[in-house]
């Protein structure tokens, strides 16, 4: 792990990532800071993805949700475009999907950009309560599912539910439950935790997306909804969207700790 | 204070109000359960209005929005017509509004409905805690005022906050504050307490909408975001729209309980 981007600022990252002196999934990067997936499609379905993503907070937390046209996030961050600032973008087009650097090129006065709670958020308050997060120490991303579990549907939006999994020590599963429900604004509180099979995943070690991280006997498979449930439905619905590539995320300025409920 | 349309259910409350068998304000009704302010606009306004809602959860804690042209909810209520089922509405055309008992002639297949969450819902946690709620003792629903505190904008929303004020004793601000933190789906935590002058309100005892509730001695004016606060955005931006007619809330299944976060 890069201890210095770890404890670096958004700010400074955000930088580094726009000039390419950054690369790669951010998990290690910005301790203690809210990152995002961003989704952006057209105004035109703005209404629908948004009162579909209010109807499945667990995937689709929404952290902001800015102007149609504008690229400058307000409340999560400043001094930033969401057109440079993340390392790796998606575009979906056509049902088909290819991986730019910037979306400069992509984007149009109707464009809505959604900002969408990242579960290494959680990091930092895990490793402080004595949790290990095994991806972090092994420097990879945490491994995501497609699951059984349906979401709700609005609009054109509908499908299964993507999950991440973090294994968990069996003595720390309470205390990752206490710790991720007082962060609903970065996926909340745990989706499934025990059987991969019970939420339709027949292979725990055959990720559709991010890492194999194997589970170690005294561990135990814990699953939050994760904020590429969208992406599917682009390529399922065709969709056009652009979005983060996977573990590539937006480095906002938020503290986690001030995104704390009660 | 009627006993039994307080521990009647909501369904037969519904029933009795479309009926126009119960009238007047629902503040006393269906303890324990939660109430919700109504806001009903075309879809071509439904993107903006939800981020607008969101960016002010104090005033405007979504609870359910309907496709367009639904007018029946699907979390909230089964069952139950969103036409009929609130005793007064008022129809916001025009930059006029006016006072009616159904709105079957004024819906269309564009009509978009958000049902927000109402302060009354608290009732039942409050008074089982010892806090004395001197609007339902006086048979009255409480006050409320235009604050001088700006809501955050989204497109053509914007304006003031309107705010509700309960009075309550000095000895039980504090569980105030701890029951109402865990329930922000309606209203949640108060947006201020104690000095009316400090957030725009010159007379307590002249409230923009409601009834007037005096303060005893020991008793500090406790204030939470309120969701008429469309209403009055409505009024100042000629927005088409309709809404429940102040303390008329439309009364869901819902049990308060169940919305407790953590």
Redesign the interface.
Known sequence: MQENLKYDIPKNLRKKITESNVVGPTSAYAYGHIQANLVIID?SY??DF??YS?LNPSPCP?LE?L?PGNPFPVKSATNSDIRYDLGKYLIFQNGKSKVVENIKDYWTKSK?TFLIGCLFSMQKHFEESGIIINHLNENKIDPTYISNIPTNS??IFDGPMIVSMWPIHKNYITKAIAIS??L?SVHGKPIHIGDPGFIGIDDIENPDYGDIIKLKSDEIPVFWGCGITPQLIAQQKNIDMITHHPGNMYITDLKTNEME??
């Open positions: 105004k703005a209404f948004l009162s209010m929404i949700v102007d809505v609005f609009g429900s007082k609903p409920i009660i």
